[in-house]
């Protein structure tokens, strides 16, 4: 993105009808440190990524606490999401009415009310939209991409399998990171369950386990990959004997 004679203000439209001001806010979510949510029936768990400018820093907190029914998640311009909960800096209040550019910051919003359990992403456009699962922030389409491949089993899913592939989830985000609780914080509210945090402690044991799994599952199909390729390669040796000519290349 650039500028031009249409983004120095929020209410300037493009000729294309375009509001470059909340296109450059959508944009600092996409930069933002990766934020995940998913749900089911009785459950909603969010999870986000703690990344730090340096590492003499601690990282900023990414998921607050609404009320015991309400948790958020948040990726972008972490001062920007603070105005959103009961957090709020009154020079930030400042910032915005001086300047009156829209939050730089995207909020996965979980709730449980009389029906159950709700997810909801609420952009810097102002639309907000109720999700089964959603990730936003930086390489957040590869949460994304895990997500599609098992909404279907979320309405369904234990408090514990939510958990699960949050964190799996988050490890996507990671691209070859090694996933540690000190770089991901998991919350998790429920009809019967309090919002609350979980210790850091409990993350990396399922971390661990999650780990010991793959390991397992890959061990088990090395020896079945390597069988079917001692028995293509005794048939194309066989193929060689008959046929003298060269392989086709694939």
Same mark, same amino acid.
């Given at each position: 993105?650039?500028?031009?004679?249409?983004?120095?203000?929020?209410?300037?439209?493009?000729?294309?009808?375009?509001?470059?001001?909340?296109?450059?806010?959508?944009?600092?979510?996409?930069?933002?440190?990766?934020?995940?949510?998913?749900?089911?029936?009785?459950?909603?768990?969010?999870?986000?990524?703690?990344?730090?400018?340096?590492?003499?820093?601690?990282?900023?907190?990414?998921?607050?606490?609404?009320?015991?029914?309400?948790?958020?998640?948040?990726?972008?311009?972490?001062?920007?999401?603070?105005?959103?909960?009961?957090?709020?800096?009154?020079?930030?209040?400042?910032?915005?009415?001086?300047?009156?550019?829209?939050?730089?910051?995207?909020?996965?919003?979980?709730?449980?009310?009389?029906?159950?359990?709700?997810?909801?992403?609420?952009?810097?456009?102002?639309?907000?939209?109720?999700?089964?699962?959603?990730?936003?922030?930086?390489?957040?389409?590869?949460?994304?991409?895990?997500?599609?491949?098992?909404?279907?089993?979320?309405? #369904?899913?234990?408090?514990?399998?939510?958990?699960? &592939? /949050?964190?799996?989830? +988050?490890? *996507? $985000?990671?691209?070859?990171? =090694?996933?540690?609780?000190?770089?991901?914080?998991?919350?998790?509210?429920?009809?019967?369950?309090?919002?609350?945090?979980? #210790?850091?402690?409990?993350?990396?044991?399922?971390? &661990? /386990?999650?780990?010991? +799994?793959? *390991? $397992?599952?890959?061990?088990? =199909?090395?020896?079945?990959?390597?069988?079917?390729?001692?028995?293509?390669?005794?048939?194309?040796?066989?193929?060689?004997? #008959?046929?003298?000519?060269?392989?086709?290349?694939?």
């Amino acid at each position: 993105m650039f500028r031009n004679q249409y983004d120095t203000d929020v209410t300037t439209w493009s000729p294309a009808g375009r509001l470059f001001q909340v296109e450059y806010a959508m944009e600092a979510v996409k930069q933002g440190s990766a934020a995940i949510g998913l749900r089911s029936k009785s459950h909603v768990v969010l999870a986000c990524v703690n990344k730090s400018n340096s590492e003499l820093s601690s990282h900023q907190k990414k998921i607050f606490k609404v009320d015991d029914h309400i948790g958020v998640a948040i990726a972008g311009l972490t001062a920007d999401g603070r105005v959103f909960v009961p957090l709020a800096d009154k020079a930030q209040v400042c910032t915005q009415r001086s300047w009156k550019r829209p939050y730089g910051v995207g909020l996965l919003v979980g709730g449980t009310d009389e029906s159950g359990a709700h997810l909801y992403y609420n952009c810097p456009s102002g639309n907000y939209f109720e999700y089964q699962a959603f990730a936003i922030g930086s390489r957040s389409q590869a949460a994304k991409t895990y997500l599609e491949r098992r909404f279907e089993n979320f309405t #369904d899913s234990s408090r514990d399998d939510l958990i699960k &592939d /949050a964190l799996i989830a +988050v490890r *996507e $985000t990671l691209q070859g990171e =090694t996933l540690k609780s000190s770089i991901c914080t998991i919350a998790v509210l429920g009809v019967d369950e309090a919002f609350h945090i979980l #210790d850091q402690e409990i993350v990396q044991k399922l971390i &661990d /386990a999650f780990e010991i +799994v793959g *390991e $397992t599952e890959a061990a088990a =199909t090395e020896p079945e990959a390597a069988a079917e390729g001692a028995t293509t390669g005794d048939e194309g040796a066989g193929a060689g004997a #008959d046929q003298d000519s060269a392989p086709m290349e694939i």
